[in-house]
Each structure stands twice: as C-alpha cells, then as structure tokens.
DNA sequence: ACGCGGTCTTTAATAATAATAAACAAATTG
DNA sequence: CAATTTGTTTATTATTATTAAAGACCGCGT
C-alpha cells in the first residue's frame, strides 16, 4: 500500500543464496556485517531474520543465528515487475515524443501514460515538471499536461541554439594548448572517420553514434554546467532523428563524414575562421537535415 | 483527505453573494448557466446546490430552483489558508537559495521544506525536480535532495553563459532594421536611465529594476524559448544580488548607468564592434561584482 | 571498551481517496 | 422534434494516509 518492499526482496533473495553456501548449524553474521554486505540497512536485514525465522529456516536466541536447514526453491520471494527510474524513463519519453507517436497540442493523461512507461504517475509526472524548463510540455492551469512536442519551431529554435553553443566551444577550443587531451580525442575521431569512410556501404548507420560522439567531445571542453545540460538534450533529439530519417542515409552520412573531415582538420589548423567555417557548413546541414525530415515525416505545425 | 475543495468553497460563497441580490421566490438559473458564469464544472455546481438544499436556502422541485430565504453571513463557507502554486514557489525558493540561508551541500528534506514554504510536499519535489535542469541541485540516489547552491563555480558559470548569450543577442540587434521596436525601446531605456542619474542620489537603488528591464530588452528580441528560459534564471540571480550586495552600492550603480548608457549609444550607432565591446565591458563589471559579493559573504565554497 | 542488537524517529515513495471535469443519456418544454 | 436541462456515470488529478527503508540513539553483554 505504500512503497514497493523491492529492497527487502532483493536482499532477501540474496542472503538466501548465501545460506545455501553455508553448512546446517553454521552461525549467521552480525546484522550490522549482513547490512554493509547486501547494502541494505539494517531495519532491511531484521526484516529478512523475521522472515527466516518464521520460516524456520533460522534459530535465533540472545545472539545466535544458527541455519537449521537448507533453503529451498520455495523460499525465495517473488519479485514485482520493478518499475523504471526517472533516469530511464528519460530516454524512454524523449524517444517516444520525437517519434511523434502522438500529435502536437494533445493533451497527456499522466496516468495512462505511467502505464504505457510502467512507471509510478508520480514518477512521470516530476519528469513532465522537468521537461517543461525545455518547453517540450507545459503544464495547464487546473491539473493536466499539454504536450507542445516536436514541431518545426521548436527543431529550428533548437537549431540555432546548438549553433550558438557550439561556435562558442569551437573558439575555446582553437585557444586550448598543445597538451590538451582534446586534440588526442580529435586524432583518434579522424581515425575513427575515415574507418567508417572504408566501410561506408554496410556500416553507414553507425555514423548516428560516431556523430554524437564527435559534438559530444567538442562541446565537452567548455566547462559549464549549463552547457552541458544543454548538450545532452541536443544530442538526444539529434541522434534520435538521424536513426529514424531513413531517406538518403547512406548518403547524407558520407557527405557529414566530409564535412567533420574538413571540420576535424580545421580545428586541429588551429585556424579560427576556417573552423568556424566549417563547424557553420556542418550545422547548416545538421539543421537543414532535420527540418526536411520534420517537413517530410508532415509534423509542419 | 484528498485535494482541497477551495474550488467549491469559492464558488459557493460567490453563489451566496448571488442569491443575497435575488428577491425570495426568485427562480434559479440552470445548473449549465450557474457553472458558467461561476467558471467551474456542472459537478461542483451541483454540490453547491445540494449544500444550498440541505441549509433550506433553496427549494427543488423538478427544475424549478427557488429561493427560500435570504442568505446570512452564516451561510458562508470558511476558506482554509489556500497552498501556494509552483509559480509563487519558485521566486520565494531562489531568494532562500540566493541569500545563501542554507550552505550548499546540504541535504534537502523535502518534508520540512514544504511546510517551510506552506506548499504540499508533492508541489516542492516536482519543484525540485525542474530546478535540477539548472543544476542548482541534484537528485540523489534512493531519494532526497542535494542542495548544490549557488556557489562560486555556479556564479562563473552562470555570468560566462550569459555573456555568451548576450553576446549573441547584440549581434542579432545591430542587424534589425530601423522600424523594428526595439529601437523605440532603446530611446525610452536611455531616457529613464539619464532620468535616474539625475536622482542617483536619492534613487539608486531603483537601478537593479532598470537593469533588469534592460537585459531584458536586449534578450528579448532573439526568438529562442531556450534563451528566455535562462534569461528568466539569469536576470533573477543578478537581481537578487544586486538587491543584497549593499557595499558601494551608490557608487556601482552610477558606474553602471554609466556603461549601460554607453552600451545604448554603441547600439544605436549599429556598430558591431563597439557594440560588443560595450556589452563585453558590462557584462564583466556586471561579473565581477557578483563574484566579488559572493567572496565578501565568505560563500567561497 | 567496543561491538551488537533493541527501539524509536525521520523520511520519501506509493496507494488510496476526495474533488473535479467531462461525457453520455434521459427527459422535459416550447 | 429540436433544444435545453438535469441525472448518471466515468475518467482523471491533487492530496492525504500509510508503509518501507534508513539511520540515530542507547543499553547490554562479552
């Protein structure tokens, strides 16, 4: 009737499988020994004692904890279908509303939806609380969830945005000394490309990865929370769009491969206005790429 | 021992105020025009009529409803002390966390908290949990809050991030053509701050308000939700300070109409260079003296 | 003295529930 | 018979009550 005993389970399982290694009539450890193993609290461990004895599988007196048989199959306790964790749930969401199962402007029902994600409602609905500093949901006046989504501005807005950040991490990074660890990152990624550039005609969906990988190292060398925040987000709604955006893969991959090439030897030329050049030519794309795919999928509202 | 019937309590006692202009034997309107003109749903309508019944304000036979008696001060319903919104909560929380009552670190509870601020305990973690966007602070691993609070990274952090938006807007402004608005804006922004130099003596202290009326016109014409968002975080982190930050406070708020004025002119004369660097210029005075208030408030942690 | 376990307090997560909204159906009236 | 009103039911949210877990405190025995 109030939290899940998830815990206790769990813990409870575990110590089971631990009798089953000792012999009848061996002695138990100190909860407080038990506790630090399972690493649950000891009011969890005087739980499963409880339990243990009441199953007779135990003998408790002053200190003594003697096992008096061996556990069976029986003993073990069923575990819940365990629900997700906002964590989770995070990626889980994001995919579903850019996969755009659901027309922008509808309204969220926070129950059936924690079904849909086998989530507790509470759980989804801190998350929507969240989501809505990102402007993907807001919430109404009198209760209630408005989901915004994915639309043409929001992909545009998000766009410029990005292009914002990420010039400002371009400049950084042309400034960064010879020891940085960056330009080993960057060494390595241009490997990286040009393997893939090799293997382009099975391989070509793996680019998704290898181009989050890429912003994800450039932008990682502003050290600013806000930034990163932000980062992940981005590259969320990127990624997610590049593995759905089926039309002309192979090729639009090629041609981004080029252009982190070009924009990959700019950075490392040190050459400000030539990588901002091309960090500027691959983002057009970027963005270019998403709003046909947005325009074409018919989310044009 | 569910949600607050505010609602119907409102309704009722505006529908007693109602009944008090009738005359006695007056009929009733329908219950689709009392939910109406009341702006609640048909059920509360329909509980308030039942209450009306109970007391013998009213009589009911099939859809005659009739007035019985005047209503007395009796009649009315006591209204509980009504819970704060999320909106209400977020200016009175970043005030608490801004004036730095709570060293950071420190592990939130979420209980005493809500009672802190008189919200439901549910209201303050789905606070929390959208504050944790910003990294203000974060969610630990089996419940609970860490207080990350606003710390001298934070404060670098944040001022650097503004910078980098600010910086965006300029470029953005200098290239909006003549009849765009904000232009008229500028002139009245220039105006009131020559206005407020002539008071300085006497006034100074009504320059965190113009301040943030500035930057705030400045962001405003870049059309991007993700910038208004943290410009609403950022202009409410330097307004806070600059309200408590007394040391000099004369002095730095003439120093700073003196920047803003020389900000407008490099605007106005559409200047990029100037422009940026009269904004750069601010906005590092601007950093400064939040830094400088964080350090002589010993919050150097 | 020190670890151990009994007891109690605190706290956060969930289940239950009251309040509301809204849809549908039946009925009455002009 | 169309339009409006009311009765009924269902769906959904916000809040309270309850419970699981964590951990503090303290006396006791070795």
Known sequence: ??????????????????????????????????????????????????????????????????????????????????????????????????????????????????????????????FLSSLSRFGIVERRARGGWV?????????????????????????????????HDIWNQLEVLEQEHLDLLQSIETAYHDFSKLDEKFHMAINSIVNNRFVAEFQKVISLVFHYHFQWNKADEKLRNTAAIGEHLEYIRALRSRDLAAATQAAQNHLSTSKRTLVNSLKTNGHTD
């Open 1 to 126: 009737m109030a939290r899940t005993n998830e815990r206790f389970i769990e813990a409870h399982n575990k110590m089971i499988a631990v009798c089953k290694r000792m012999e009848i009539g061996d002695e138990l450890p100190s909860e407080n020994a038990m506790a630090s193993t399972l690493g649950v609290s000891r009011t969890v461990v005087r739980s499963i004692l409880e339990r243990f004895k009441d199953q007779a599988l135990i003998s408790i007196n002053a200190r003594q904890k003697l096992l008096m048989r061996r556990p069976t199959k029986d003993d073990l306790l069923e575990t819940r279908a365990t629900l997700l964790g906002i964590e989770e749930l995070e990626s889980q969401f994001l995919e579903w509303v850019l996969r755009m199962d659901v027309p922008a402007g509808e309204v969220l029902n926070v129950a059936q939806l924690s079904q849909h994600f086998s989530v507790a409602p509470h759980t989804l609905q801190e």
């Open 147 to 179: 989901l915004h989504g994915f639309t043409l501005d929001y992909a545009i807005e998000l766009s410029d945005f990005r292009n914002l950040l990420e010039l400002n991490a371009v400049k950084q990074l042309i400034a960064l000394p010879e020891d």
